[in-house]
């Protein structure tokens, strides 16, 4: 299975070049399974698949590749900071974070450390998704769940609660005027996008989020993928918030 | 010019009595002409007061001028006194409390003795004076005593009265008063000093204003004190002066606005009129200081700054007499020493025999100081172990509550996934189809995520609870081809929502949907949730409810074949109902015309 990919290779369109993955996993069952899917949805992928943290670490300092599927609990380390590592070098590779469960917070670390997407291994054993989740986040990104939209806004410093002059309208408070209040934003998320968070913390599907937006479904998509791009861009400045915060408090 | 001069000193010799004078001799009258100068024209012209009587302001008479004061006094001395000095090889000393504070002397037309006088620079405070009449000068009879004292404008020159006395007596009672002062000025700038450095620490750390507050303006009264020890500043004296008004009238000005702070009760006429005076102050200084004019200061911000304290004082005084708080009634009476001095200080100034002599108000502020330093050393005391106790005792309801969650958890995940895996451990044992088992493994999972939600920590958003049940749901929903309309707006924040109140919440929510899902044949489910005032909804009397509480309503109304009376549906809705009572939130299902059920869950917020 694991097959050699030359380093350095140019990066960008490959219409014509087969697409590269990688993923690591320390489970057996886990790798075999995610190796016969990917061989059924992309049959003409370069697979390679790892172990541990530090053999993906190794790979993923030399080679670039469209696609990794990462883990976050390997033996030899969290999958973050694979993540990192590879967001670092590479910014147009895909990240995807599978994991078990709906682990909120690692997710939300993951998304602020570059990750493009998350995909539930439960969800997997589904009639889904690994090829159609990797086709989303080439698209745009994967599907926010309410808690991790929720959890997004709250490390960003949005109040996911309405204002007592939101509360006065029978309307659906929408964050029309919300980044105003909240002066210039930090975080960089323009007043829709944070609109579109509201909606998805509140169980909102994106179709139904679109609709009460006023836009096409695939302009949602457009604002989930700005908002993955954006959060992990702004992490670092979040983490200089935070220390700051707590030198304060100590 | 000079003519004019000789005139004087003639005129005023004739003047004196023969008699001579015993020691101490007090001058407090003499001839003064004035060099008034003009910078526009670069003129100066000479001007005859005649006999004036001390202490002699320059800013008085001459506001926003610069000139030079010319004295002339005469005094007697007795031949035996004067044959005593000279024996002694000595002289007579001759003091007073302002003088200048640039100027030269000289008696019986000896050489001119300068102090300071080609220096560029003066100040506004002055300290007392003491210069030597040497023997060799001195005669029997009268004796002329010239002083020419250079002014600038808004710099305190002038002239108190003249003391003349045994020099060795006058010169130690000279170092005496000098020593105070400058004793006096060290230990209250280092005092404040400290205060400020305390202050500023405790703020640095509790990010609390009025430490702050405490600390700009101690610092303001540190600098204060610079001009007891800077006699001729390197700065121009109109900067000078003018960084000095602003650190008084911004001390005064940013103490009065923490003792408002310390008081609970507010008045928001007070915080207006130090808000007014710490904002205009600046500016009018300033604007006094580049015209010359320091008369807005002694006019308008110096009695502006003692009303101020005077009432800041007297609120204080009665909102900690209130209190019967010790630390707090030192201070108020301190404080209020402050404002007497303060105000016996400023009718000196004012009063003829003023000008220099009164000092009074810095020793209070010493006092008041120390009494500012104590109450902030209380006060982060009293923080620190009440920061101290509140953590310990939230430790202990932590630790409780975590024991408590803890068997909770267990007996949750027991009840519901254990007894699930048994289940399809028996499906698996009885060989069961493979739909089935698939079918029973993802209900074992998704009521393990369910207790895994009830955990999350929400922040009192139950929103995103109901928002994780669609997620969970949604699947099913699909699966029972059952449309779903979803109408959640922002809720409130929940602010006791914890694990076991989302448990409730799911729980019922859960049995709702799945009754629907199993039983309704429903094709399509309304899911809405507001939050509204309690004494708003129909469902409880408004009499009966003091306040306006707000409520979170959700509400269930699907388009199925409405409620059976089958028993397994009651025992669930018994079960629904204990629930919501554990919530403190009441239920209500009913049945929807022409078809359905409606289900009505009304939770109360605080």
């Known amino acids: 299975m694991l097959q050699k990919t030359q380093p350095g290779q140019s990066i960008g369109i490959r219409r014509n070049q087969p697409m590269k993955i990688a993923f690591v996993d320390d489970s057996p069952q886990m790798r075999q399974m995610i190796a016969s899917v990917l061989a059924l949805g992309f049959p003409d992928a370069q697979v390679t698949s790892f172990e541990t943290l530090a053999g993906a670490s190794a790979f993923a300092r030399e080679n670039e590749q469209d696609i990794w599927l990462i883990d976050l609990g390997l033996p030899d380390g969290s999958g973050v900071d694979l993540i990192r590592q590879v967001r670092e070098k590479f910014a147009r590779t895909h990240l995807l974070v599978i994991t078990v469960f709906t682990d909120a917070d690692n997710i939300v670390t993951s998304i602020q450390a570059g990750a493009n997407g998350y995909l539930l291994k439960e969800d997997m054993q589904r009639d889904l998704p690994l090829v159609s989740t990797i086709e989303a986040i080439r698209r745009g990104g994967t599907p926010l769940s309410p808690l991790i939209a929720s959890r997004l806004l709250a490390r960003m410093q949005i109040p996911a609660l309405p204002t007592a002059a939101q509360q006065k309208t029978s309307q659906p408070p929408l964050a029309s005027g919300l980044s105003q209040e909240s002066g210039a934003p930090e975080h960089g998320l323009t007043p829709r996008e944070v609109e579109l968070l509201l909606l998805l913390g509140r169980g909102y599907t994106y179709l139904e989020a679109a609709g009460l937006m006023g836009v096409e479904i695939g302009t949602v998509q457009t604002f989930v993928k700005r908002i993955y791009t954006k959060l992990a861009v702004n992490s670092r400045t979040q983490a200089v918030f935070e220390a700051r915060a707590m030198g304060v408090m100590l | ?606």
């Open chain 2, 1 to 606: 010019m000079k003519r004019l001069r000789w005139l004087h000193v003639i005129w005023s010799l004739l003047a004196c009595a023969a008699l001579a004078q015993p020691l101490p001799i007090v001058l407090s009258a003499g001839q003064l002409s004035v060099t008034v100068s003009h910078p526009q024209d670069r003129e100066s012209d000479l001007r005859e007061l005649g006999r004036q009587s001390l202490p002699w302001k320059w800013d008085t008479h001459f506001p926003r001028q610069s000139g030079v004061m010319h004295f002339t006094f005469n005094f007697q001395l007795e031949q035996t006194l004067v044959e005593q000095i000279k024996g002694d090889g000595k002289g007579l000393g001759l003091s007073s409390i302002l003088m200048g504070n640039r100027y030269r002397y000289r008696v019986n037309g000896a050489p001119w003795q300068q102090v300071g006088w080609d220096e560029p620079n003066t100040q506004y405070r002055t300290a007392p004076r003491w210069q030597l009449l040497a023997a060799q000068h001195l005669q029997p009879g009268a004796n002329i005593l010239e002083l020419d004292i250079r002014a600038e404008p808004a710099s305190h020159a002038g002239l108190s009265r003249i003391e003349i006395s045994d020099a060795s007596a006058s010169l130690a009672a000279h170092d005496r008063t000098s020593n105070q002062r400058m004793g006096l000025a060290l230990m209250s700038g280092t005092l404040s000093a400290l205060i400020c450095m305390m202050s500023l620490a405790i703020w640095w750390k509790s990010r609390e204003k009025s430490f702050l507050i405490v600390s700009i303006a101690q610092a303001c009264f540190a600098l204060w004190q610079i001009d007891f020890f800077v006699d001729y500043p390197p700065v121009p004296t109109w900067v000078f002066n003018a960084v000095r008004s602003v650190l008084y009238v911004y001390f005064a000005g940013l103490m009065c606005w923490v003792s408002v702070l310390l008081i609970s009760r507010p008045a928001p006429w007070l915080n207006r009129a130090i808000k007014i005076y710490l904002w205009t102050a600046l500016p009018t200084l300033l604007a006094g200081a580049i015209l010359r004019d320091y008369r807005i200061f002694e006019l308008f911000w110096a009695p502006a700054s003692v009303l101020l304290v005077a009432v800041s004082v007297m609120r204080f005084t009665l909102a900690s007499w209130k209190k019967s708080d010790g630390t707090m009634r030192v201070n108020a009476l301190l404080t209020g020493v402050v404002v007497i001095f303060g105000l016996y200080d400023l009718i000196v100034a004012f009063s003829p025999a003023g000008f220099g002599e009164a000092n009074l108000v810095n020793y209070s502020f010493l006092l008041s100081n120390f009494a500012v330093g104590m109450m902030l050393a209380r006060r982060y005391w009293n923080m620190q172990s009440r920061l101290l106790k509140l953590g310990y005792q939230k430790n202990l309801e932590v630790k409780q509550a975590t024991m408590l969650e803890r068997q909770r958890l267990i007996q949750d995940i027991h009840d519901s996934v254990g007894s699930q895996l048994v289940g399809l451990l028996s499906l698996v044992n009885a060989s069961a189809p493979q739909n089935v088992l698939r079918t029973h493994t993802f209900e074992v999972l998704d009521e393990l995520r369910m207790a895994l939600d009830a955990i999350e920590n929400v922040d009192g958003d139950l929103a995103v609870v109901l928002a994780s049940m669609r997620h969970r749901l949604q699947p099913r929903l699909d699966a029972a081809n059952i449309r779903l309309i979803w109408d959640v707006e922002a809720l409130p924040r929940f602010a006791q929502l914890g694990p076991q109140h989302i448990q409730h919440i799911q729980r019922i929510l859960l049995e709702i949907f799945t009754n629907i899902i199993q039983h309704a044949k429903a094709t399509q489910v309304l899911f809405t949730a507001r939050s509204e005032s309690s004494n708003l909804s129909e469902s409880s009397a408004p009499e009966l409810t003091p306040a306006p509480s707000r409520m979170i309503r959700i509400s269930i109304d699907d388009d199925g074949v409405g409620m059976s009376d089958s028993s397994t549906r009651g025992r669930g809705l018994d079960n629904m109902q204990r629930r919501a009572a554990m919530l403190g939130a009441t239920l209500a299902v009913t049945a929807r015309k022409p078809r359905g059920t409606a289900a009505q869950l009304h939770i109360p917020v605080n």
